[in-house]
């Protein structure tokens, strides 16, 4: 599997190096800095895995289309639930917006010790996973539909 490297290369400069915190802080509940993510990620990605297999707009696509599942949804904090792991950020204590949903981060004192311990694992935690989730997606579809 030669492309791996370049794969992995390519995620983590999409995903970590070029991802402004507008699109990070934004992208699960405003259209925009998703698709630009998105884009931007597999526009890297398929660059980075040109070099081992041939490009094509159907990869790009399908790279765009499951970083866009993964990155676009809360399937990630639904499939944490489902298996009763703690969200990195339900520890936060959420302000309430005009409907008495809590949405906004606002600290009213100092987090504790097990606050903060708790939100970093469960920050450490959720990139795991969600590193993982993209991680088998591609490598299946690049693998069989690809190669």
């Known amino acids: 599997m ?3 490297p370049w794969l992995v290369l390519g995620h983590f400069i999409g995903d970590f190096v070029l991802q402004k915190d507008w699109m990070a802080l934004n992208k699960k509940t405003s259209l925009l800095p998703c698709v630009v993510h998105c884009f931007t ?3 890297v990605v398929t ?3 040109s070099v081992a297999i041939h490009p094509s707009i159907f990869l790009f696509l399908f790279i765009y289309a499951t970083h866009h599942i993964l990155d676009g949804t809360h399937l990630m904090d639904k499939w944490m639930k489902f298996y009763g792991i703690r969200s990195w950020d339900s520890s936060l204590p959420r302000g ?3 409907y008495g949903r809590k949405t ?3 600290w009213t004192e100092y987090p504790t010790t ?3 311990v708790v ?3 469960g920050a450490i935690i959720y990139v795991a996973i969600d590193n993982t ?3 088998a997606m591609m490598m299946f579809g690049i693998r069989y539909l690809f190669t």
Request: charged share 25%; net charge negative.
């Open 104 to 106: 906004y981060i606002i």
């Open 2 to 4: 030669e492309w791996f």
């Open 41 to 43: 990620y597999s526009t």
């Open 133 to 135: 989730l993209h991680f």
């Open 119 to 121: 939100t970093t694992l």
């Open 96 to 98: 309430e917006d005009r």
């Open 47 to 49: 660059l980075c895995l």
């Open 114 to 116: 097990k606050d903060t």
